[in-house]
């Protein structure tokens, strides 16, 4: 359990081979790439190594944010090697600049698994202000989502073989459901099982199979949302019920293959839930209490925002309060974090973040009960990440 301060490539090497269960990351997004007078990322045909990208300042002025080292295959690699076999990797980029971190990770020898979205209602819109006969007009949409790529480390063996041996490989699906209304008759899987969750019941005659709900909720999706009203409002409301829906008999037996005997006779169940759509999918909350825990008493400072000209019409006003103890630019809240940590760890694992900014992965994994290693090159941040982790395991203290 250790909190490490220096260059994420350099401090990889203190980490023992095929030793991390999991990786959850909130690396740089290096917004600046390929901007007049950014950092300017390699092209990808340069086939940049480690150490040689060019730093300058990014995102909001932040120097961590310059150079690329997100799109570094080199970067991928390292965090490879000390993957255990089948072992995920969740990493966080913008919906401009994550398709070179998604190449990178491939290219060092990374299976891609999926691409999660996180919805939110947080974002600004990085536009400059046009006058005159282009008033009205700008240069950018609103961000409102974030894209999340899992990825995992080639199997030794089948899944099965794989879990035994190394107890990574596969998703903790049940430990991620999506709660629904008593009775909406969520989608769950048993015995007989389709590929998006759903599970078919023998009746007690054993001639029919029909559709029955999960206790534990539906099935994880690949969206997840802040709960916010902009976000919600995406939405269109939908009924959860579905009639009784019957096909017709199968002209020939089709034996013990599942779906063709769906396809003949399916009684489905009747969900009788209502409300917004933005329910089928996961909410996680953000506060600036969540930001702020456990940081009482340390100094304030202003988080950097948008000015008038980078966003126009939406900077804060000159009487909102912009001063928090942790004044990171790109926090993450901690339920979305934990739902990400549980998803991919098993129990009592160990989570590696090298890119741990204020700490949200590691305040997640201890609250969630899993073992954490985090890197952070900004010494600004060390102090608060160790604060925030304290607040949920107050016996964690090591800092290197």
Partial sequence: MRLIHGDMREKLAELVDASVDAIVTDPPYHLTTGKKGGSGAASLNENSPAGRSRIGTGFMGMRWDGGDIAMQL????????????????????????????WTAVEDAGWEI?????WLHGEGFPKSSNQEGAWKGWGTALKPAFEPILLARKPLIGTVAENLQAHRVGALNIDA???????????????????????????????????????QAGRWPANVLHDGSEEVVGMFPQSAGAQGDVRGNEPSEPLGENTYGRMAGRVPFAVRGDTGSAARFFWCPKASKRDRNDGLQGMPRQAVNWSSGEQSPGTFQSPNTDRENENFHPTVKPTELMAYLCRLVTPPEGMILDPFMGSG???????GAGYSFVGIEIDERYIEIARRRIVGVAPLFAEVQ
């Avoid at 698994?113 to 979205?117: A, I, Q, V």
């Fill in 176 to 214: 991620c459901r999506i709660a629904g209304a008593a009775g909406s008759g969520v989608w769950g899987s048993s015995n007989k099982t389709c590929q998006d969750g759903r599970m078919f019941n023998a009746s007690p005659s054993g001639e029919e199979y029909r559709s029955e709900s999960h």
């Fill in 74 to 101: 080199a970067t991928w690699a390292l965090l490879l090697r000390v993957a255990k076999p089948g072992a995920h990797l969740l990493v966080f980029s913008s919906s401009r600049t994550f398709h070179r971190v």
């Fill in 113 to 117: 698994r999926d691409t999660l979205m």
């Fill in 360 to 366: 949200s992965t590691g305040k997640a994994a201890f």
